[in-house]
């Protein structure tokens, strides 16, 4: 009985509390980092930041000050990877950046997606899909792509502007 409070106790209580904190520490770093400019160095110092509650995140680690990163518990980051000004990067379920990847301006990358209620015909209370994104090493997304939940790209992949991808590509 103890050990079932306890699994309730830390799925329940301390992960919600603990991504409502993650989720306000990436607004302050947005909020104080915003207004210095976009030079290697202070996106470095950005990415370094941002770090702190990845899973993991390689070195020179770079962030432009109008991307937006959350759930950063379930994200992971190799060495030398960008993200862009106006990315967006959401994770409920797990995103994986490989090392050099480039991540252009105004990518949507969201590991989840709506669901349909196939009775009310409506999309607002059904629970959607959440899968794993792969990002392999040396990838580069290009301005405009959306990366969707269950997307896997491989290594050196070019993802042209205005892009959807939604599963594995071959």
């Not at 959401?90 to 301006?105: H, N, P, T």
């Not at 105004?106 to 009775?119: F, L, P, R, T, Y």
């Amino acid at each position: 009985m103890f050990f079932k409070l306890l699994a309730f106790h830390k799925r329940y209580l301390i992960k919600p509390r603990m991504h409502k904190f993650l989720l306000i520490y990436s607004y302050f770093i947005r909020l104080l980092l915003i207004f210095l400019p976009d030079a290697p160095l202070t996106m470095r110092f950005r990415g370094w930041l941002y770090s702190f509650a990845m899973q993991n995140c390689g070195r020179n680690f770079q962030v432009s000050s109008t991307a937006v990163l959350r759930g950063l518990e379930n994200i992971s980051c190799g060495r030398d990877s960008y993200i862009g000004p106006n990315a967006f990067v959401m994770a409920r379920e797990s995103i994986a950046i490989g090392d050099e990847v480039l991540i252009a301006m105004n990518v949507v990358v969201v590991d989840s997606n709506h669901g349909k209620n196939k009775e009310t015909n409506s999309y607002r209370f059904c629970s959607g899909r959440k899968a794993r994104i792969t990002i392999a090493s040396g990838s580069w997304l290009a301005a405009n792509s959306v990366i969707t939940a269950g997307a896997t790209i491989r290594k050196g992949q070019l993802i042209p502007p205005c892009t959807v991808v939604r599963s594995k590509l071959s």
